[in-house]
């Protein structure tokens, strides 16, 4: 495991590679791979893997920090949402929780603090992009696990119509001997802004980058055995009928979208919120859990995925998170557990 380990950061410091996703519409330039900002690594807190892991996935909607934001958000609407957050987190329970929608180092630790134990581990991405570039959207993740390999994929120097923003971040832990879990977090381009075609043509070409490097990284390391599980929002939901034919997880489509074919009411990671007809929409289940068919065999096994649909205003449309205690986000947190 120490020659993985060495091997990881030797690739990290040093792949940056031309985008070979380039989709039915070209992009160019290169992604980026770098370590993420560790906030907090104690090793010595960390547990030792049991018989069952539980990851979850949390997009906590706009969680920065309060400082130089647009009015009217400031640092106490942000200490506000992490304590909304916070009791939804505990009450699950994870080992890992992966989180989008998240700014800073700042936002990760007022989350940490607030939850009744806070985990020994905690990183958070730092995406580049565009000189004009508004959004603060990192990819965070916090865990009592020792996990490896942490990886930042960048996509900040991508151009052209179709090019994914944000990136990915990355994650193994250890299972067994030669026996690990590969973890990609996610978090796709939305439906609001520019045409349809373009918004899944990026969220498709983000998942064949993804593929690639999973691919890749299972083929350098194949001395050990992988599974890979991919988390987070998605946003595309393959049993609603507007996303019947979207292309995001196609890339993905020999693995297994483990919410596809629930009903909805057992799926539903973003509800229909109330308050304003012209900002109704159907509840759907973007915050998704694919893993590779060798984790539904034995010896590690994925279980369903579940939603604890708490921490969402839904009579108004208008909350905001921070400003409403009540409304931690528009999303649901979800989670699954993997057992042996």
């Not at 009450?91 to 992966?98: F, G, M, Q």
């Not at 990671?269 to 007809?277: F, L």
Request: with cysteine; glycine share 6%.
């Amino acid at each position: 495991m120490k020659t993985i380990l060495a091997a990881c950061l030797a690739f990290i410091f040093s792949f940056v590679t031309p985008s070979r996703a380039a989709g039915w519409r070209p992009i160019s330039g290169q992604w980026r791979m770098e370590p993420p900002r560790i906030v907090q690594y104690d090793r010595a807190a960390t547990l030792p893997v049991g018989d069952r892991i539980r990851i979850a996935s949390y997009n906590i909607a706009n969680f920065t920090d309060g400082l130089e934001d647009r009015e009217p958000r400031i640092p106490a609407h942000a200490e506000n949402q992490a304590k909304a957050a916070a009791p939804l987190v505990a009450e699950i329970d994870p080992d890992i929780l992966v989180i989008q929608e998240i700014e800073n180092e700042t936002s990760l630790q007022l989350l940490n603090q607030a939850l009744p134990s806070p985990y020994p581990v905690a990183a958070i991405t730092r995406f580049s992009g565009s000189p004009d570039w508004t959004e603060k959207l990192n990819l965070a993740v916090l865990a009592r696990l020792p996990i490896r390999g942490l990886r930042e994929l960048d996509f900040g120097e991508l151009h052209g119509r179709t090019s994914p923003p944000r990136g990915l971040l990355s994650f193994f832990v250890e299972l067994g001997p030669q026996h690990n879990l590969l973890v990609y977090a996610v978090h796709l381009k939305s439906n609001f802004g520019g045409q349809r075609a373009i918004n899944s043509a990026e969220r498709r070409n983000a998942l064949r980058i993804l593929r690639e490097d999973a691919d890749e990284f299972r083929r350098t390391y194949s001395d050990s055995r992988w599974e890979v599980l991919v988390l987070g929002d998605m946003n595309t939901d393959s049993d609603l009928r507007d996303f019947t034919r979207d292309p995001t997880l196609r890339p993905l489509a020999d693995w297994v979208d483990l919410w596809r074919g629930r009903p909805i009411s057992e799926r539903e990671t973003i509800p229909t919120r109330y308050g304003d007809p012209t900002q109704v929409f159907p509840p759907a289940a973007f915050d998704r859990f694919v893993v590779s068919k060798e984790l539904t065999q034995s010896p590690w096994v994925v279980g369903d995925p579940q939603v604890l649909q708490k921490g969402v205003n839904t009579a108004d449309v208008l909350a905001v998170p921070g400003a409403d205690p009540d409304h931690a986000s528009d999303h649901y947190p979800v989670y699954l557990d993997i057992q042996r």
